[in-house]
Antibody, heavy 121, light 107 residues
Framework: EVQMVESGGGLAQPGGSLRLSCAVS????????MSWVRQAPGKGLEWVSG????????FYADSVKGRLTISRDDFTNTLYLQIYSLRADDTAVYYC??????????????WGQGTRVSVSS | DIQMTQSPSSLSASVGDRVTITCRASHDINFRLAWYQQKPEKAPKALIY???SLQGGVPSRFSGSGSGTDFTLTISGLQPEDFATYYC?????????FGQGTKLEIK
């Protein structure tokens, strides 16, 4: 059974940093591409970052480029998102999402429950 | 970036109705389109990938069609649990992009 559990969210100061984690089970991160998708309060879904299955390619939305780093630990099967220089508009629920296979490659077939990030002084 | 535009933004319907939501891509994305359902305070749930393929466990009253730039999600015989917000997403290119969402409400 696929399970994905995010953690690391909370209240943070503008200009600070946070590291979000997504612990997965039921599959290995080396087999599927992964992404982070966020949702600001009352807004729609926004893809922010992706990591290839091989782990050697990373992708970022223009709105966050230079401030986010996606990575993973293959030993603990955990996906990470490091957010630097936090801004008020980073306030959102952050979801990790598992990439689909074959014809669904690039879609997201499983999602974590989300971790909430609030940026405020 | 590929822009995804959904219509309508909101929709009122009754249990048992048939509803259709449209998603238009700003560029040809072939069949690389997915649909998701999201209920308040919950994570999105995958419904359809490759424009028309149902994810495992999704009821057959959900169906998708289209290719290129124009796509539809149809729900035949609405059930009470179907009232939610629906999003389309393209995966032809990075950055992945979502439509703005369609909120399906009970009439």
């Amino acid at each position: 059974e696929v399970q994905m559990v995010e953690s690391g969210g909370g209240l943070a100061q503008p200009g600070g940093s946070l590291r979000l984690s997504c612990a997965v089970s039921g599959f290995t991160l080396r087999t599927y591409a992964m992404s982070w998708v966020r949702q600001a309060p009352g807004k729609g879904l926004e893809w922010v970052s992706g990591l290839s299955a091989s782990g050697d390619a990373t992708f970022y939305a223009d709105s966050v480029k230079g401030r986010l780093t996606i990575s993973r630990d293959d030993f603990t099967n955990t996906l990470y998102l490091q957010i630097y220089s936090l801004r008020a508009d980073d306030t959102a629920v952050y979801y990790c999402a598992k990439g689909g296979g074959s014809a669904g490659l690039g879609s997201f077939d499983y999602w974590g429950q989300g971790t909430r990030v609030s940026v405020s002084s | 970036d590929i822009q995804m535009t959904q219509s309508p933004s909101s929709l009122s319907a009754s249990v048992g109705d048939r509803v259709t939501i449209t998603c238009r891509a700003s560029h040809d994305i072939n069949f690389r389109l997915a649909w998701y359902q999201q209920k308040p305070e919950k994570a999105p749930k995958a419904l359809i990938y490759a424009a028309s393929s149902l994810q495992g466990g999704v009821p057959s009253r959900f169906s998708g069609s289209g290719s290129g730039t124009d796509f539809t999600l149809t729900i035949s015989g609405l059930q009470p649990e179907d009232f939610a917000t629906y999003y389309c997403q393209q995966y032809d290119n990075y950055p992945r992009t979502f439509g703005q969402g369609t909120k399906l409400e009970i009439k």
